[in-house]
């Protein structure tokens, strides 16, 4: 039997991996080159909008496969309060991390 607070990790971490799909998918769809792990050095050189919607795939179907994974948690209040708090966590620091990387930090 699983703890269940690893659960909670899953729900925080499938938030997290989520949340990664909008900026690339928003890039991409706007035709504008946007860092990927693909990029020259990874996460820090803009990669083309075509690999941007390769990697919005990727972590969208990552995010889908671990929701797969915890479907049986779906209707608990718990499982989204954690994947509120992943994404939320994840947008912060990308947000941060992405303005440091393209110089708009404010």
């Known amino acids: 039997m699983t703890p269940e607070w690893t659960h909670h990790v899953i729900a925080g971490a499938t938030g997290a991996v989520a949340v990664n799909v909008v900026p690339h998918l928003a890039h991409a769809v706007a035709g504008k080159p ?38 049986n948690r779906l209707d608990r209040p718990v499982f989204w309060g954690a994947f509120g708090l992943g994404a939320s966590a994840a947008a912060l620091g990308l947000r941060s991390y992405f303005g440091r990387v393209r110089g708009t930090s404010t």
């Open 34 to 71: 946007f860092p990927t792990p693909f990029a020259d050095p990874p996460g820090v050189g803009d990669s083309p909008p075509g690999l941007n919607v390769v990697w919005a795939s990727m972590n969208a179907t990552a995010a889908a496969a671990l929701l797969r994974v915890e479907r």
